[in-house]
């Protein structure tokens, strides 16, 4: 079945770590997004990636760094130099345009320990 | 500056009556809208969307959604609400290849 995967679902990190979520899709997708929820301020856009090679910074990139070398993967790095970490982490996919749905991968709750 | 605002963040319904959700949105031309649904530590799934044309769109489970350009809002509707409905719901737009969320508003069903 095509779709978005999410790993791991949840994780722990001790302060001053980095740590990497993983966001694979077999939709054939051009479009990744990476995305935080915090309660009550929706999803706010970390990183997003129209092509394979290249992304762009969103409104919250400070402190996270991306990489999309395949098609299929677009890997979060939350840094140590993001001061509040723990949130829910939401990946996306769409193809691009604007005109269609994006799919979302089931989310990586990060807890900073 | 570009933005998607939700005015109401939580609302409580009865099983059976109407629900509405507000989104208005400001972009300089209309963007691609869009109305999520997420159930709690989920994902987010996709209810209905519109990119032109008939300005009343029709989605999954009943919602609709009509799209007033004068007023620049996308209201999302559904005329009887399930106990399922409760969730917290979000309006989503894509201008220039960017997809951004309002914050989204959370509903109760109360029986």
């Known amino acids: 079945d095509g779709g978005i995967t999410q790993s791991p679902k949840y994780l722990f990190r001790k302060e001053g770590q980095n740590v990497t979520l993983s966001c694979e899709q077999n939709l054939n997708h051009d479009a990744m997004y990476w995305y935080r929820q915090d309660p009550g301020q929706g999803l706010r856009l970390i990183y997003y990636?129209?092509?394979?090679?290249?992304?762009q910074k969103g409104d919250i990139a400070e402190g996270y760094s991306v990489s999309r070398e395949k098609k299929e993967s677009f890997p979060l790095t939350v840094t140590s130099a993001q001061k509040n970490p723990t949130a829910f982490y939401l990946c996306?996919?769409?193809?691009?345009?604007?005109?269609?749905?994006?799919?979302f991968g089931q989310g990586t709750r990060l807890t900073v320990v | 500056a570009q933005s998607v605002t939700q005015p109401d963040i939580h609302i409580t319904v009865s099983e059976g009556a109407s629900l509405e959700l507000r989104c208005n949105y400001s972009?300089?031309?209309?963007?691609?809208l869009f109305w999520y649904v997420q159930s709690p530590g989920q994902g987010l799934q996709l209810l209905l969307k519109y990119f032109s044309g008939d300005t009343l769109v029709q989605g999954i489970k009943g919602f609709e959604a009509e799209f007033k350009r004068s007023q620049s809002s996308f209201n999302l509707r559904k005329p009887s609400v399930h106990w399922s409905d409760a969730a917290e719901y979000f309006c989503?737009?894509?201008?220039?290849?960017?997809?951004?969320f309002g914050a989204g508003t959370t509903v109760t069903v109360r029986a």
């Open positions: 990636s129209q092509i394979v090679n290249d992304f």
């Open positions: 996306a996919s769409s193809s691009p345009g604007g005109n269609t749905e994006a799919f």
């Open positions: 989503a737009v894509d201008y220039d290849y960017k997809l951004s």
């Open positions: 972009y300089g031309a209309t963007p691609y």
